[in-house]
Structures are given as structure tokens and as C-alpha cells.
């Protein structure tokens, strides 16, 4: 968005004609200054909504249909409720928001297409980025003491939430704060979309991923960025291209890396069977994620104060240290022993899935989202997300042996109905569908496909027939490689997507002319990010409740982009 863009919006939402009351006047009585009930739900209102950033741009997005008094009473009644009930009912609470929400009219990013891919670019293009991507995440590990990525809020909502949608997460989150910053959210996104501050808040952008803007960004670390870091920086080195220095760099980053995703990260939970197993927390405890002091002072306000452990962090942990060879004893935990237990199946753990917000898609076989604590705490219900299975499938191929996962029934079993859940999802084409996701993209789903994929083909050959009998992943790729040939790049992309493109296409054996729009589109906006990186932040992952928050960074993009032009590189050295 240019600046021109940006002051044209803003102009357009502080003069807008106001028709109607407008979410301050629905809340203000009911929350700015009330004591007493749930003391949480107000601080959250005067922290995330009714700050002196956010009031102007929305003191004129008024609804008219609440001029009806009764409409406009039983939205307040309902945030009384909220407020004053020790054990409120939730979906009544919800219902009038929810109607709200269904007059909103969001959609998908949907890329216009193109049709010049331009010239294969030179070998010494594509090095020269490696390079610069590659030493943009050393010398951020070197000036942070980790690599940082970054929250973003996005207030206008995830299009995929509408009113019924609104109406399961409200239910089936667990904590009360995580229940009040989704009631309020969705409740603003309405004022939001239907008046002009919508330009404001979720501006156009070009292809799929959405850009962060830098001033709205909540730095942070969690050992899933550092077992992705490591991963990137893996395959920096892999390229022969780093410096005798950045490899010994690498090295010391990887080290010190690996280490905060198995020992700083490290926590106990109770398995199926009673005992403990270690596994992987979302967030460490204080000072380790090294919030921004912003974000510190504010977080508890927001209601993010309980973080658990989550099956994607623990698998990707894994992964990232036994790529890099570590010897740590945690990694001889056959982690799908205890994933069993969070595995759907016919019906009888149908119970996990608390907040099914994908539910167009048949869950059987696949592992729920959340570990529940020593304590039992889990804050946001839970859900499931196939992306995050093709993460527990290439953790188990990459470690298939030290698990005796051909050699133990009970394990086998559990990979293989996570592969028949993939299978489902893609024969129905539900894996183009960004609903189907929960935290991520469709394009990236094939991104990590590939990955998958390419674990998988590292496997011998009588271990591939054991696991896959039906031949599932040789489908499974000609159906996905046919997606990203077919509808991504041939579409207007960003950098991000172009990266998410060739890591897809290089891990599934593209043709290297398929491989020409995703290198030209990141070869020609090198330098898009100023003076401090590369390129810009753009989605990696996302949140759907309390609303749409945007997970990415510049850092994230540079590994992206160094992943995907490393496979690119190997495919054209092949053919040379």
C-alpha cells in the first residue's frame, strides 16, 4: 500500500457519516468504567479497542440496524453477561455478535493471472540471493542472540470466522480471558469491515501471503522458529556457499538453537498411560520468548497469560535436532506412542476436537493440535490442523529406525492413518480450501508437503511399501504438484508465495521450467525490504480467535527464500 493509499484511507474513515451507534457507544457503558465481575473483560476493552490509536479511525463506523433499541440492548445485555456471570453461557452471550458477524462480507486473497514468467534467471542470481539471505539470518543471530519473528494483529478477522464459526470458538475455548478477547474482537471486526477503516486496517496487497506492517509487530522466540531457523540454516550450509566463517557461524547458531528447543523449551506432561514424557512448550517461560517491552506490559491484559505445549512444537523440535544431529536422549522418546493419544479416531476421540473450525474436512486419524499441562491447563480448546500432521509424519520418517516404527504394530498404525487422513483431505481437493487449515496456508500446506515428502523418499524402499502399501504419497504428490503448477504460479505472487511455490516444486521433481516464474519473482524484488533485510515480512502462520494474527518476519521470509532457491539450485545443477 503506498502512502498516498494509506492517507486516502485514513481521510475516508475520520470523515465518514456516522449511520448508527458505533462499538464505543455499545461498550462504553458497559465496560469503561465498571468495577466489579470479570475484571478481565474491561481491561482487555480499554487496552485492545478503546485506545486513543483505534478510537478515532472508529468513532464514526456506525450500524444502523442497531437503532432498533432492542438489538442495541441485547448486545449489551450480552457483554453483561460476559461481565458479571461467574459461569456465563457463552453461546447465548454469542448469538447477537454472531448475526453481526454475518453481515460481514470477506474473502480470500484471490491473485489475478499472469502470463509472462520471463527467462530462466543466471545461476549467479540465484547464488548472490542464498548468500544475502543467508548471512541476513546470521547477522540477526548475532545482533539479538536468537532470530526473531514477529505477531501482527489484523483486526479485520480471518474471512474463514463467520457467526457460527465465532459460535464454536466462543464455546469451546478453555480460559476465560482467551473467551473475552474472542467475544470483543469479533464484536469490533464488524464496525471494522463495514465502514472505510477497513482500508486502513487490512489494506490490498499482491498475491496470497499477507505483508506485516513493521509498526504493529510483537517480537518473539519460541522453539518453533528456532527448529525452522535451524532447518534454514542447515540448508545454507548444504549449499557450499557460506564462508568458512558462517559455517563455523552456523554451526554455534544451530548449537545454541537446538539447545532452547530441547532443554530451554523442554517440559513434563502426562502421557495416555499415566507416566511423563518430555515434550515441547510453545512459549518458554519469561524472559526466553524476549517479548518487546510493548507486548511484555500488555500481554496479561490481552489474555495470552497461559502458554501450553502443542504437538507441531515438539515434532519440529525433533525433526530440526536430529537433522542436525543431536544426541540429546529426549529424541529416543518415540513420540508416537504418545500422540496416539491425541489421535482421532471413529468416534470415540471425537471429544478432542473442542474448537472445529475446519470441520468441512474428515478428521480421522489425524493428532489434535494442544498437549494439556501437568496442570491440565488448555487455554484455547483444541483443534486439528493438517499441516501440523505433515509435521508429525516427517519427524516419524526421519526417525524410523531409533522409533522401531516398522517393528512396533501399534506405531506403524498411527503413521499410517495420519497418511490416510492426508490422503482424504487431498483426494477431496479440501487442501486448496483455506478453510480446511487452521494455522496455515493452503500454499504452504504444499510447501510442507514437499518436506514431508522428501523424508519420506530418503526411506528404503521395503520401509516405503511397509508404510505407504496404497502408494498414497506418489498420489498425493501428483495431486499437489499439479495445485501449485496449475493455480499458484500461475497467478500473481509475492516473494513469500514464490518461496512456498519452490520448495513444493523442488522437493516434488518439478520440471525446471516450472521452477522460472517462482525464481524470477524473488530474483527481481531482491531488495524489497530496505536497508535492513532482504525482503519483507509477509504470513508465515496464523491465528483465527481471538482474531486473524499473523505470524512472520523479515527473517522468516529470508529463510524461505534460501530453502526454496537452494532446492531450486540443486534441480538446475542436475540437469547441467
Not at 527467462?119 to 526473531?148: K, Q, W, Y
Not at 464455546?171 to 471486526?189: E, H, I, P, Q, V
Not at 526417525?399 to 498404525?413: A, D, F, K, Y
Not at 513469500?496 to 524484488?525: E, M, S, T, Y
Request: with cysteine.
Amino acid at each position: 500500500m503506498t502512502a498516498r493509499h494509506l492517507a486516502g484511507a485514513v481521510y475516508r474513515a475520520l470523515t465518514n457519516r456516522k449511520d448508527g451507534p458505533t462499538l464505543y457507544e455499545v461498550c462504553d457503558p458497559v465496560l469503561l468504567r465498571h468495577r466489579g465481575g470479570d475484571g478481565h473483560l474491561a481491561k482487555f476493552y480499554k487496552t485492545a479497542l478503546a485506545n486513543p490509536a483505534l478510537r478515532p479511525l472508529l468513532r464514526r463506523a456506525g450500524l444502523p440496524e442497531l437503532r432498533d433499541p432492542t438489538r442495541f440492548q441485547e448486545l449489551q445485555d450480552a457483554l453483561r453477561q460476559a461481565r458479571d456471570e461467574e459461569t456465563p453461557d457463552w453461546a447465548a452471550i454469542g448469538r447477537p455478535v454472531a448475526a453481526l458477524l454475518d453481515t460481514v462480507t470477506l474473502h480470500h486473497p484471490r491473485p489475478g493471472a499472469t502470463t509472462c514468467s520471463g527467462m530462466e534467471p543466471g545461476l549467479a542470481d540465484i547464488e548472490r540471493v542464498i548468500r544475502t539471505c543467508g548471512a541476513h539470518l546470521l547477522r540477526s543471530f548475532r545482533n539479538n542472540g536468537f532470530i526473531p519473528t514477529f505477531a501482527a494483529f489484523n483486526l479485520i478477522g480471518d474471512p474463514d470466522l463467520r457467526g457460527r464459526d465465532f459460535l464454536v470458538a466462543l464455546t469451546g475455548l478453555d480460559a476465560r480471558g482467551y473467551k473475552n478477547s474472542t467475544l470483543l474482537f469479533n464484536l469490533a471486526r464488524v464496525f471494522i469491515a463495514r465502514s472505510p477503516a477497513r482500508e486502513v486496517i487490512n489494506p490490498p496487497w499482491r498475491g496470497v501471503a499477507e505483508p506485516m506492517w513493521e509498526p504493529v509487530q510483537i517480537r518473539h522466540r519460541s522453539a518453533y522458529y528456532d527448529a525452522f531457523f535451524t532447518e534454514a540454516l542447515l540448508s545454507f550450509a548444504e549449499t557450499g556457499l557460506a564462508t568458512p566463517a558462517e559455517t563455523d557461524a552456523i554451526r554455534r547458531a544451530n548449537c545454541e538453537m537446538v539447545d532452547f528447543c530441547l532443554r530451554t523449551s523442554r517440559e513434563e506432561v502426562f502421557s495416555r498411560d499415566g507416566s511423563r514424557v518430555g515434550v515441547i512448550t510453545a512459549l518458554a517461560p519469561n524472559p526466553h520468548p524476549r517479548f518487546n517491552r510493548f507486548f511484555t506490559h500488555i500481554k496479561q491484559n490481552l489474555g495470552f497469560g497461559i502458554y501450553v505445549p502443542d504437538c507441531d512444537t515438539t515434532a519440529c523440535s525433533f525433526s530440526a535436532a536430529t537433522q542436525a544431529g543431536s544426541n540429546d536422549p529426549i529424541l529416543d522418546q518415540p513420540l508416537l506412542d504418545f500422540y496416539a493419544g491425541y489421535q482421532v479416531g471413529g468416534g470415540a476421540n471425537e471429544p478432542l476436537v473442542t474448537v472445529p473450525l475446519n470441520d468441512n474436512i474428515d478428521y480421522d486419524g489425524g493428532i489434535v493440535t494442544w498437549i494439556d499441562s501437568l496442570a491440565g491447563d488448555r487455554p484455547y480448546g483444541n483443534d486439528l490442523d493438517p499441516t501440523l500432521n505433515l509435521d508429525v509424519l516427517e519427524v516419524s520418517f526421519r526417525n524410523c529406525s531409533r522409533w522401531r516404527v516398522l517393528q512396533t504394530p501399534q506405531r506403524l498404525q498411527t503413521v499410517q492413518r495420519i497418511i490416510r487422513f492426508q490422503r482424504r483431505l487431498v483426494e477431496s481437493g479440501a487442501f486448496t480450501d483455506p478453510r480446511s487449515h487452521i494455522y496455515y496456508l493452503p500454499e504452504l500446506y504444499c510447501a510442507y508437503f514437499g518436506r514431508c515428502y522428501a523424508a519420506f523418499s530418503m526411506l528404503p524402499s521395503a520401509a516405503r511399501r511397509a508404510i505407504d502399501p496404497d502408494d498414497s504419497f506418489s498420489y498425493m504428490r501428483g495431486r499437489i504438484l499439479g495445485y501449485v503448477q496449475d493455480t499458484l504460479i500461475s497467478a500473481e505472487m509475492n516473494v513469500f508465495d514464490a518461496a512456498l511455490a519452490l520448495i513444493a516444486l523442488g522437493h516434488l521433481g518439478a520440471d525446471r521450467a516450472a521452477l522460472w516464474p517462482a525464481l524470477n519473482c524473488i530474483v527481481n524484488h531482491a531488495g524489497e525490504g530496505g536497508r535492513r533485510s532482504p525482503f519483507r515480512a509477509y504470513e508465515w502462520n496464523k491465528m483465527k480467535t481471538p482474531t486473524r494474527i499473523v505470524v512472520g518476519g523479515p527473517e522468516v521470509t529470508s529463510a524461505f527464500v534460501l530453502m526454496g532457491l537452494a532446492l531450486a539450485r540443486k534441480a538446475m545443477q542436475r540437469v547441467v
